[in-house]
């Protein structure tokens, strides 16, 4: 669903991505995972078209060249920004209605998306409420429920659960799963709160590339064999682990390359 090769980005002489190659199958959960500063959002940007790449990159979703032919899929995709992107000034209901005039959404199918999305983000009883009055979580939700809007088959969440509680948290997640299993939605998401992985079918711990990639019992055994751990490590001791096996990586080719 996407395929992603040799995707760098550079502003100046920072490098934010370099050469990240990525496949994502259809109806899978992946989560790229690393602390902010990773590129995990640089990355979702080049997806959707709104960074350019340097050359050399290769992206395509769902059979579709991006950017070449971005505007095939873009009814496909639904997405979620980490920075709030609703009007202030408009209730829940409303936002919802404005996204849905720019999805083009039909007009005789609009109200009954809006109440789908308000049933199952569970903001119908407070549909009228100004977003400016409404709670953090709130506010998620209804960025949630926008995305979702027009039923898409690709949904790019950017640290869908920032700032919310614990127990909104995991409601997001279960749909998450639910979405995926029973609708078959593709998802990609990213998080610096690395415990959550393990709610994904398969993560890439990422710092500016995919270090490594697998499911998170997969990786979490791996680093408890090679560490000759009694138990299985946390998410958190298996992203150290693979940061510091890159950097010592480069430490060696970089005295190799001075000899």
């Known amino acids: 669903m996407i395929d992603i090769s040799n995707l760098s980005k550079s502003f100046g002489s920072f490098k934010a991505v370099e050469n990240l190659n990525l496949n994502i199958q259809k109806g899978e959960i992946y989560g790229l995972i690393g602390p902010n500063g990773s590129g995990k959002t640089t990355t979702i940007l080049m997806l959707l078209d709104i960074l350019n790449p340097d050359p050399g990159a290769k992206i395509t979703i769902d059979g579709k060249e991006i950017p070449k032919r971005i505007n095939d899929i873009y009814y496909k995709i639904g997405f979620m ?108 998401l990213t998080t610096h709160y690395l415990a959550e992985s393990i709610n994904c079918d398969r993560i890439g711990l990422m710092n500016k590339k995919i270090l490594i990639s697998g499911t998170p019992m997969e990786l979490m055994e791996k680093v408890r064999k090679l560490k000759n751990l009694e138990k299985l490590p946390d998410m958190e001791e298996v992203y150290i682990y693979y940061t510091l096996q890159e950097k010592k990586k480069k430490y060696k080719e970089g005295i190799n390359h001075e000899l």
């Open 81 to 188: 920004p980490q920075e709030l992107s609703l009007y202030l000034d408009l209730t829940i209901e409303q936002n919802l209605r404005f996204f849905g005039e720019l999805y083009k959404i039909p007009k005789s199918t609009l109200n009954s998306h809006i109440q789908e999305v308000l049933e199952l983000i569970d903001l119908t009883e407070f549909k009228k409420r100004i977003i400016s009055k409404c709670s953090g979580g709130m506010q998620r939700r209804c960025s949630l429920a926008v995305a979702l809007l027009h039923r898409p088959e690709i949904l790019i969440l950017d640290e869908p659960t920032v700032g919310v509680d614990p127990e909104l948290r995991i409601e997001f997640w279960n749909y998450f799963k639910d979405i995926s299993k029973e609708r078959g939605v593709t998802i990609l």
